[in-house]
Nanobody, 123 residues
Framework: QVQLVESGGGLVQTGGSLRLSCAAS????????VAWFRQAPGKDREFVST????????DYADAVKGRFTISRDDDKHTVYLQMHLLRPEDTAVYYC????????????????WGQGTQVTVSS
C-alpha cells in the first residue's frame, strides 16, 4: 500500500515561487498515476495537475497552466509541483493523490491521498 506525505508549503508573496513535494512509500509507485488537488476555505477540492505512470503525459487546470509544473522522480518515489507566479487565489491546502490506473482530473478516481500542505500567498 502506497502512502503519501506532502511537504514544501508555506507563506509566499504574490509573484513568488514554491515547490511542493510528495514522498511516497510502498512498492510499485512508478505504476501509479499521480495528481495534485487543492482546497481553499469554504470551497470544494479542485484539480490542479496530474501525471501518468512513467511520466508519459500530464494535464493542468486552466487556472495554473503555464505557471505550475508537475514532475516525478520514481527512483526517489517523489512527485513535485513547481509553482511560479503565485497569486492570492492559489492559497489553499494542496493534496497529493495517487491511483493505480490512468491519470484523471477527478478527485473521486484517486484512492490514495496525503494529509495536505498549506500554501498561503499574500497580496
Amino acid at each position: 500500500q502506497v502512502q503519501l506525505v506532502e511537504s514544501g508549503g508555506g507563506l509566499v508573496q504574490t509573484g513568488g515561487s514554491l515547490r511542493l513535494s510528495c514522498a511516497a512509500s510502498g512498492r510499485f509507485f512508478s505504476m501509479y498515476a499521480v495528481a495534485w488537488f487543492r482546497q481553499a476555505p469554504g470551497k470544494d477540492r479542485e484539480f490542479v495537475s496530474t501525471m501518468s505512470a512513467g511520466g508519459h503525459g500530464s494535464d493542468y487546470a486552466d487556472a495554473v497552466k503555464g505557471r505550475f509544473t508537475i514532475s516525478r522522480d520514481d527512483d526517489k518515489h517523489t512527485v513535485y509541483l513547481q509553482m511560479h507566479l503565485l497569486r492570492p487565489e492559489d492559497t489553499a491546502v494542496y493534496y497529493c493523490a495517487a491511483r493505480s490506473g490512468l491519470r484523471s482530473t477527478r478527485a473521486r478516481d484517486y484512492e490514495l491521498w496525503g494529509q495536505g500542505t498549506q500554501v498561503t500567498v499574500s497580496s
